[in-house]
C-alpha cells in the first residue's frame, strides 16, 4: 500500500516557467512533509518542509502547498531554472516513537527544465 | 555543514558474500537511517537507529542487518547477499531537535553477481 505517491513520473518545462510536483498521501498520521531533489549519483538533498499545521512555505523560488482535507500537496518553482533539473521526492512523516520520526518516500518525478 | 559518508561509491560482489555497507556522520546526529532506492520504486527503509545500540525494522528489513556500536556510524550487513540486493543504498541522519530532516550521503551502488 503506498502512502505517498508522486502520480507523474516525468515532467518538462520552459526554463523561466512554473513548474508544480504534486503528491498525493493517504495516512492521515502524517504530519509533516518535505520535499527533496536528487542528482544523479548523489544522495537527496533536503529542499523544503511544512507542518500540517500550516498550508503553505515558501523558500525563496520554491513554494510548498498542503491541503489536508484533500491530502495533497504540491512544490512550486518559480521560476525554473536548468540547474533544477533533478529528481524530486516527496516525502512524509509521523512520529514513530521515542523522539525518531521514519519518512515515507514516493517514487519521484523527474524535472527537466529546458534552456 | 552535516557530512554523512559512505564508505565506498561502488562496490561489487558475489551472491552469497556477506557484505558490509558503513557510514558516518560528523554532525553527532541521534538518528540515524539505511534505505535503498530502485528504478520505479522510490526510497524504501530497510533500517534505522534512534541511539547507540538501538535498532528498528523500517519496510524492508528482510535479507539485512544493522549494527550501531557508537553513536556517529551505522553499519548495514547482507549477511548473504543475493541478486536482489543489487541496489543503490542510501545512509540518512537527522537530530532529535529537527527529526524530520533527514540529510544524506551521496550512496553506495552495490552490484551482486
Known amino acids: ?8 513520473p516525468s515532467l518538462s518545462v520552459q526554463e523561466g516557467r512554473i513548474s508544480i510536483l504534486n503528491c498525493d498521501y493517504t ?7 518535505l520535499w527533496y531533489k536528487k542528482y544523479p549519483a548523489e544522495g ?13 512555505n515558501e523558500d525563496g523560488r520554491f513554494t ?21 533539473s533533478a529528481v524530486y521526492f516527496c516525502a512524509a512523516s509521523a512520529n514513530s516513537g521515542a523522539g525518531s520520526y521514519q519518512l515515507t518516500f514516493g517514487k519521484g518525478t523527474k524535472l527537466s527544465v529546458i534552456p | 555543514d552535516v557530512k554523512v559518508t559512505q564508505s565506498s561509491r561502488y562496490l561489487v560482489k558475489r551472491t552469497g558474500e556477506k557484505v558490509f555497507l558503513e557510514c558516518v556522520q560528523d554532525m553527532d546526529h541521534e538518528n540515524m537511517f539505511w534505505y535503498r532506492q530502485d528504478p520505479g520504486l522510490g526510497l524504501r527503509l530497510i533500517y534505522f537507529s534512534y541511539d547507540v545500540k538501538m535498532k528498528e525494522k523500517g519496510d524492508i528489513p528482510e535479507g539485512y542487518s544493522v549494527s550501531r556500536e557508537k553513536k556517529e556510524r551505522f553499519s548495514l550487513i547482507l549477511e548473504s547477499a543475493s541478486t536482489n540486493q543489487t541496489s543503490m543504498y542510501l545512509c540518512a541522519s537527522s537530530s532529535y ?5 533527514q540529510y544524506f550521503g551521496p550512496g553506495t551502488r552495490l552490484t551482486v553477481t
Open chain 1, 1 to 8: 500500500d503506498q502512502q505517498v505517491k508522486q502520480n507523474s
Open chain 1, 27 to 33: 495516512n492521515s498520521m502524517f504530519d509533516y512533509f
Open chain 1, 44 to 56: 537527496p538533498t533536503f529542499l523544503i518542509s511544512i507542518s500540517s499545521i500550516k498550508d503553505k
Open chain 1, 64 to 84: 510548498v502547498f498542503l491541503n489536508k482535507s484533500a491530502k495533497h500537496l504540491s512544490l512550486h518553482i518559480v521560476p525554473s531554472q536548468p540547474g533544477d
Open chain 2, 97 to 101: 531537535r529537527v527529526p524530520h530532516e
